[in-house]
T-cell receptor, first 112, second 115 residues
Framework: ETGVTQSPTHLIKTRGQQVTLRCSSQ?????VSWYQQALGQGPQFIFQ???????GRGNFPPRFSGLQFPNYSSELNVNALELDDSALYLC???????????FGQGTRLTVV | GESVGLHLPTLSVQEGDNSIINCAYS??????FIWYKQESGKGPQFIID?????DKRQGQRVTVLLNKTVKHLSLQIAATQPGDSAVYFC??????????????FGKGTTLSVSS
């Protein structure tokens, strides 16, 4: 177990809806990153938060947004869901930006 | 652009054999590399890492080799066990660029171990 927990584990949404995914980072970790993993592919970086500020962003549209809270937990919000947003969403936490990252078990999002 | 790839999508071995999983990376500025194991329905699990100032690092039953000249990484698993069956990803962390300190993953190699 990594100490990184994500909720919910599974979710089904309708195209056009909005979704919020949550992540609790490992104790003592101040950096959280979110990744999208399509079936059969490697995880793709969405964005990273360090001490409540967005620290970097991958090639994802603005309808993917996030937050990090003072306790370093984080949310990923996706608006106007599309069918292609169906994927496993992974949260990873690390003690600082250049340290090893530990992943949660992911949230499986299905958009119908 | 930056990319990390693996040479083989699948690898099948017998229990007890040694396994070698390869990875090529393209960004010569990358200074930190990690191997992850991902079992079905789970998030990636950290196996071993290596920084660019090293050529080799050993863990329990695993060894990572880094060849910066040809931008190649490999993961060696000794005495492979059925529990090692999973998808293995290499990931690189660049020291600069739009993605900051994000991990860039390859597509993965599926290791199947038969007993």
């Amino acid at each position: 177990e990594t100490g990184v927990t994500q909720s919910p584990t599974h979710l089904i949404k309708t195209r056009g809806q909005q979704v919020t995914l949550r992540c609790s980072s490992q104790s003592g970790h101040n950096t959280v990153s979110w990744y999208q993993q399509a079936l059969g592919q490697g995880p793709q970086f969405i964005f990273q938060y360090y001490r409540e500020e967005e620290n970097g962003r991958g090639n994802f549209p603005p309808r993917f947004s996030g937050l990090q809270f003072p306790n370093y937990s984080s949310e990923l919000n996706v608006n106007a869901l599309e069918l292609d947003d169906s994927a496993l969403y992974l949260c990873a936490s690390s003690g600082h930006r250049n340290a090893e990252a530990f992943f949660g078990q992911g949230t499986r999002l299905t958009v119908v | 652009g930056e990319s990390v790839g693996l040479h083989l999508p699948t690898l099948s071995v017998q229990e007890g054999d040694n396994s070698i999983i390869n990875c090529a990376y393209s960004n010569s500025a990358s200074d930190y590399f990690i191997w992850y194991k991902q079992e079905s329905g789970k998030g990636p699990q950290f196996i071993i890492d290596i920084r660019s100032n090293m050529d080799k690092r050993q863990g329990q039953r695993v060894t990572v080799l880094l060849n910066k000249t040809v931008k190649h990484l490999s993961l060696q698993i000794a005495a492979t066990q059925p529990g090692d069956s999973a998808v293995y990803f290499c990931a690189e962390m660049g020291s600069s660029g739009q993605a900051g300190t994000a991990l860039i993953f390859g597509k993965g190699t599926t290791l199947s171990v038969s007993s």
